[in-house]
């Protein structure tokens, strides 16, 4: 059985460079455009890693949509690798080790994003 991966992103063209890779992989893949619909595509498909972008419909909806799935007893611990490019627009900067309180995440990753540091990341929360 493949492993599903998940991605909650609102860029269309981002959704699909990542489908292809992940697919090119082997990994079935699934998409929602925001939070909202991201949760709910996770209750349906109950995914094995989750890729959330954090600035979608508002600047914080990521991190809200976070919570929500740590919040969710069967999806509270699906691996979310966070993806995006947050940090580049505020000027905060994020580490999962520091804020771990705050970003309920299990990986954080700055976009762009290489083909390699996303395989690297999905593969290691697969436990592969």
């Given at each position: 059985?493949?492993s599903?991966?998940?991605?909650?992103d609102?860029?269309?063209?981002?959704?699909?460079?990542?489908s292809?890779?992940?697919?090119?992989?082997?990994?079935?893949?699934?998409?929602?455009?925001?939070?909202?619909?991201?949760?709910?595509?996770?209750?349906?498909?109950?995914?094995?890693?989750?890729?959330?972008?954090?600035?979608?419909?508002?600047?914080?909806?990521?991190?809200?949509?976070?919570?929500?799935?740590?919040?969710?007893?069967?999806?509270?611990?699906?691996?979310?690798?966070?993806?995006t490019?947050?940090?580049?627009?505020?000027?905060?900067?994020?580490?999962?080790?520091?804020?771990?309180?705050?970003?309920?995440?299990?990986?954080?990753?700055?976009?762009?994003?290489?083909?390699?540091?996303?395989?690297?990341?999905?593969r290691?929360?697969?436990?592969?």
């Amino acid at each position: 059985m493949k492993s599903k991966v998940l991605i909650i992103d609102d860029d269309q063209d981002i959704q699909e460079v990542m489908s292809a890779i992940l697919e090119q992989e082997g990994l079935e893949v699934h998409h929602a455009e925001d939070g909202k619909e991201g949760v709910a595509k996770a209750r349906e498909t109950h995914p094995d890693v989750i890729l959330l972008d954090v600035m979608m419909n508002y600047q914080d909806e990521g991190f809200q949509t976070a919570y929500e799935l740590r919040s969710d007893p069967e999806l509270a611990h699906t691996p979310i690798i966070m993806i995006t490019s947050v940090s580049k627009v505020t000027g905060f900067q994020f580490d999962k080790s520091k804020d771990q309180d705050f970003l309920p995440v299990s990986d954080f990753i700055e976009k762009p994003v290489t083909r390699q540091r996303l395989l690297d990341a999905v593969r290691k929360q697969l436990g592969k």
